[in-house]
């Protein structure tokens, strides 16, 4: 009972405190009425019945330009220009972004190569030691223009030279493959499975060591786009479900559906007061560049952990799609939804007071001096309350400090307000929250290995906007500065870790359970 109306408590704060709420509802500017696209020519049959709907429900055109995804590659680098490239291997992509030519990518498909025959097998083609046959006319792609063509050197290694030095005929895309062999120019060709269904007259040898190269089909943002929402809204529908993930499905490609779709999506973030002054720009920028909403609620993240827990179901609307955390403490509790996060950034915490220091506060156990009034954060609803209330547990302090304690609230920018106004006269607060008004305000570190929080950013594993939350967080690792501006200390190795083995230090679980 006890815990339920901690939680229901809780929830009322959370509810109380929708004023700390930034609410990203600006007019898109995806509005551009014609898209420039890059176009792997593997893709065209897709690709152009997705455009074709996308016109006739939102009327805007979109121009293609079809070649080999190596030769589109060196295309866009020479002749900076157009919106999206719809590359068919992810080298593609890593080269791309190598060279500094997009931005964000959306995963589409995955393929594979085969080796193509007509229909019957006629020669009968059973593996990949046929096409080394004398009486067997072979095609493969160009390694420099096309990537079948490099997949196929891959697969065949240090057989590819042989192989290349006897094919008939040597192709810069993938259809111009399977068109000659759909005329009877030659006997088979090593082509993309999902290019096969699209030709009448041709079947597909699966062999397994081409099978097991699977290649993944990307649309991808280009730094040259002067419309990047336009092409961001129109990227997101390609990949969408019940949009253009279900074409590419229905054209036998193996489709990798992405965010469910909406017109002008709404991300839902909560987030832990602390990370306030470094991400408000962030979150701006983001939206308008994405053409999207994102709705953020800041709080301390007892406050935020226990609304989700009382939701205790992620298919409540209002549940987060994103979680950008005080301190990995309060992943935990809400692994279920976010069993994966990235670390992204640290503070430390330490003893805000009056500029010039009047009470001469040099340490912790100075806040159980005489007459003084001290502000801290309340160890239910805040991180920083929490570690907080577990220093001074360790240090055999907090009875003493208790006793002098004035102000307990749920975030730490409530405490910078109060003695800023001279109501208090030290304060416990994240470097970060002291930043901001270190004009008026010294900051004391606090000598105690738990004077330190990290902090998280997880995507829910189930949001409908998965892929968008992880664009975001993408797009605050690019914003470094920004956060070591507002006093954060960056994380280099972003790896993510399980929320499951986040190491939470055994002095705050001993204080957890006192």
């Not at 050197?153 to 068109?179: I, P, S, Y």
């Not at 280009?222 to 054209?251: D, E, Q, T």
Request: hydrophobic content about 45%; overall charge neutral; glycine content about 6%.
């Amino acid at each position: 009972m006890k815990a339920l109306i901690g939680i229901l408590t809780a929830a009322v704060v959370l509810i109380g405190a929708l004023v700390w709420t930034y609410f990203k509802d600006r007019r898109s500017n995806a509005n551009a009425k014609s898209i420039t696209v890059y176009c792997a020519a593997g893709m065209k049959k897709p690709a152009e019945a997705v455009a074709a709907k996308y016109r006739e429900e939102y009327g805007v055109q979109i121009n293609f330009q079809f070649g080999g995804t190596v030769a589109l590659l060196s295309q866009i680098e020479n002749a900076p220009k157009g919106d999206l490239f719809i590359a068919a291997d992810e080298h593609a992509i890593d080269l791309a972004r190598k060279k500094g030519l997009i931005e964000e990518v959306l995963p589409l498909a995955h393929q594979y190569p085969v080796i193509a025959v007509q229909a019957g097998n006629p020669k009968g083609v059973k593996g990949m030691e046929d096409l080394f046959r004398e009486d067997l006319k072979v095609a493969v792609g160009n390694k420099e223009t096309a990537s079948i063509g490099k997949a196929t050197r891959e697969v065949l290694g240090d057989r590819w030279q042989e192989l290349r030095e006897k094919v008939a005929v040597t192709k810069t895309t993938v259809m111009e493959l399977a068109a000659d062999l759909s005329f009877g120019a030659v006997d088979a060709a090593v082509i993309w499975n999902s290019t096969v269904p699209q030709f009448e007259k041709l079947e597909a040898v699966e062999v397994p060591r081409f099978t097991a190269h699977k290649d993944k089909v990307t649309v991808s943002v280009l730094n040259a786009s002067k419309s990047p929402s336009s092409a961001l809204k129109f990227a997101r529908y390609l990949n969408a479900p019940g949009k253009g993930s279900r074409i590419f499905a229905g054209m036998k490609y193996e489709a990798i559906p992405g965010d469910e779709w909406a017109e002008k999506p709404n991300l839902i973030l909560y987030s832990g007061g602390v990370n306030r002054p470094a991400v408000t720009d962030t979150l701006r920028e983001f939206a308008d560049r994405e053409g999207v909403s994102v709705e953020t609620m800041f709080n301390g993240c007892g406050v935020l952990c226990a609304a989700m827990q009382a939701m205790n179901d992620t298919v409540n609307p209002r549940f987060p799609d994103a979680y950008y955390a005080c301190d990995i403490c309060f992943v935990p509790p809400v692994e279920k939804s976010f069993p994966e996060a990235v670390l992204l950034t640290e503070t430390v915490i330490g003893i805000a007071v009056p500029k010039g220091n009047p009470k001469g506060i040099r340490t912790l156990a100075d806040l159980a001096g005489p007459e003084l009034k001290v502000g801290i954060n309340n160890a239910q609803q805040s991180t920083l309350g929490f570690m907080t209330q577990g220093m001074l547990k360790q240090s055999a302090l907090e009875e003493s400090i208790r006793r002098n304690v004035r102000a307990e609230v749920p975030t730490a920018d409530l405490l910078i307000n109060q003695i800023r106004t001279g109501s208090l006269d030290a304060v416990v607060v994240y470097e970060v929250n002291y930043k901001l008004a270190e004009k008026y305000l010294d900051f004391i570190r606090i000598d105690h290995e738990g004077a330190r929080a990290v902090q998280p950013f997880a995507v829910r594993v189930d949001s409908p906007r998965k892929l968008l939350g992880e664009r975001l967080l993408a797009f605050m690792q690019k914003n470094r500065a920004r956060f070591e501006a507002s006093g954060f200390t960056w994380i280099e190795d972003q790896k993510p870790v399980k929320s499951s083995e986040l190491e939470i230090p055994p002095w705050l679980i001993q204080s957890k359970k006192r």
